[in-house]
């Protein structure tokens, strides 16, 4: 059996108590990790005024993957200034391990607005807005200009692109959105379109469609089941997907998966909601998209049957109308008993 190195960020608020769920079921799946946590987040920032040491950065390099709960300050809070962790912390691992594919797959659960969607979101995760282009000009003045450009280099969307066909190509449906504002955004737009143009003829299997961002808005509310795999820019991406979350069942079982499809460094595993420090301690926060996240990185780590089970035991545990009373640890037995 191998024993894989995990690197544990359990981070702030529920992250902790969702990441406990998450390794609970990863040992009741019978795979062997060899964990080291990191104490990184909102709480390590007010104590010390770090974010990511370059040594941390460069000792996570050395991992198989890394498993991270969550990551922010409360609410409402003025301590940490806006981008300090989200740029510092979470883009900077992304940027840093070049996790440039954000996985994100959505199931219905019943009861939602969507019960039976089941479809995957390839966010690009490394470029468009959230690169860092652009700046100030006359700061503070009347005339003050602020920009920030959106960056699309040929690379990045191709490789991105590839991954969602290659994906597509593996799943019964086979079929592939392109969703995009290529009306309006009439390079980055181009630029995108063409590339899915010229890989599409190396996945001929594959139907392909395309959807500007807005409608794709409407068409999540109204029938997300259409959807099979859909491709995004990061931004569109990240709206996207706190929106399929909602209609999928809510965003407590959205997992996510920030992958180095080359494998030249770690992957990370995260659900896609935040450190939800209202709740925190009282054992209400939902697990689930935590355990679904650590299914994916068991899929990453080639670990594929475990992974199939732990999937199978979120979603039949969902599917299971479970009483919506039950604490953090309660769901993760729960989860963990149906395997
Ligand atoms: C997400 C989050 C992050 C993002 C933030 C916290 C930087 O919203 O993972 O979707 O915008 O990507
Ligand atoms: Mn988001």
């Given at each position: 059996m191998t024993t894989h190195k995990v690197a544990l960020i359990g981070g702030d608020g529920i992250g902790p108590e969702v990441v406990a769920e998450?390794?609970?079921?990863?040992?009741?799946?019978?795979?062997?990790?060899?964990?080291?946590?990191?104490?990184?987040?909102?709480?390590?920032?007010?104590?010390?005024?770090?974010?990511?040491?370059?040594?941390?950065?460069?000792?996570?390099?050395?991992?198989?993957?890394?498993?991270?709960?969550?990551?922010?300050?409360?609410?409402?809070?003025?301590?940490?200034?806006?981008?300090?962790?989200?740029?510092?912390?979470?883009?900077?691992?992304?940027?840093?391990?070049?996790?440039?594919?954000?996985?994100?797959?959505?199931?219905?659960?019943?009861?939602a607005l969507a019960p039976d969607c089941d479809f995957v979101v390839v966010r690009e995760n490394t470029e468009g807005t959230y690169a860092g282009e652009g700046g100030f000009l006359r700061k503070g003045t009347a005339h003050e200009v602020a920009t920030q450009g959106s960056v699309n280099t040929r690379h990045g969307v191709e490789r991105c692109v590839r991954f969602a066909f290659r994906l597509a190509s593996g799943r019964p449906r086979r079929q592939l959105t392109l969703v995009h504002k290529t009306n309006v955004l009439t390079f980055a737009g181009d630029l995108w379109q063409r590339t899915v143009d010229e890989v599409a003829p190396e996945h001929p299997e594959v139907a392909r469609d395309y959807n500007h961002v807005d409608a794709a808005c409407i068409y999540l509310v109204e029938q997300a089941s259409r959807y099979d795999v859909v491709v995004t820019d990061n931004l569109f991406g990240d709206i996207l997907t706190d929106l399929a979350g909602a209609v999928a069942g809510g965003i407590g079982y959205a997992a996510s998966a920030n992958l180095n499809p080359d494998r030249t460094g770690p992957s990370m595993f995260e659900p896609v909601h935040g450190a939800a420090h209202d709740i925190a301690g009282t054992g209400r926060a939902n697990p689930a998209a935590a355990i679904r996240s650590a299914a994916l990185m068991l899929d990453h780590l080639g670990e594929t049957s475990a992974a199939d089970r732990v999937t199978k035991a979120v979603l039949g545990f969902v599917a299971s109308a479970p009483d919506h009373s039950l604490s953090t640890s309660a769901i993760g037995d729960a989860i963990a008993e149906r395997l």
């Amino acid at each position: 059996m191998t024993t894989h190195k995990v690197a544990l960020i359990g981070g702030d608020g529920i992250g902790p108590e969702v990441v406990a769920e998450a390794l609970k079921v990863v040992a009741a799946a019978g795979v062997d990790l060899d964990t080291t946590s990191y104490d990184l987040g909102a709480d390590r920032y007010l104590r010390t005024g770090e974010v990511l040491p370059d040594t941390v950065l460069e000792e996570l390099r050395g991992f198989d993957a890394i498993l991270l709960g969550a990551i922010g300050p409360p609410v409402g809070s003025t301590d940490v200034p806006p981008g300090t962790l989200e740029r510092g912390l979470l883009l900077r691992l992304r940027f840093a391990l070049d996790l440039y594919v954000n996985l994100r797959p959505f199931t219905g659960v019943p009861g939602a607005l969507a019960p039976d969607c089941d479809f995957v979101v390839v966010r690009e995760n490394t470029e468009g807005t959230y690169a860092g282009e652009g700046g100030f000009l006359r700061k503070g003045t009347a005339h003050e200009v602020a920009t920030q450009g959106s960056v699309n280099t040929r690379h990045g969307v191709e490789r991105c692109v590839r991954f969602a066909f290659r994906l597509a190509s593996g799943r019964p449906r086979r079929q592939l959105t392109l969703v995009h504002k290529t009306n309006v955004l009439t390079f980055a737009g181009d630029l995108w379109q063409r590339t899915v143009d010229e890989v599409a003829p190396e996945h001929p299997e594959v139907a392909r469609d395309y959807n500007h961002v807005d409608a794709a808005c409407i068409y999540l509310v109204e029938q997300a089941s259409r959807y099979d795999v859909v491709v995004t820019d990061n931004l569109f991406g990240d709206i996207l997907t706190d929106l399929a979350g909602a209609v999928a069942g809510g965003i407590g079982y959205a997992a996510s998966a920030n992958l180095n499809p080359d494998r030249t460094g770690p992957s990370m595993f995260e659900p896609v909601h935040g450190a939800a420090h209202d709740i925190a301690g009282t054992g209400r926060a939902n697990p689930a998209a935590a355990i679904r996240s650590a299914a994916l990185m068991l899929d990453h780590l080639g670990e594929t049957s475990a992974a199939d089970r732990v999937t199978k035991a979120v979603l039949g545990f969902v599917a299971s109308a479970p009483d919506h009373s039950l604490s953090t640890s309660a769901i993760g037995d729960a989860i963990a008993e149906r395997l």
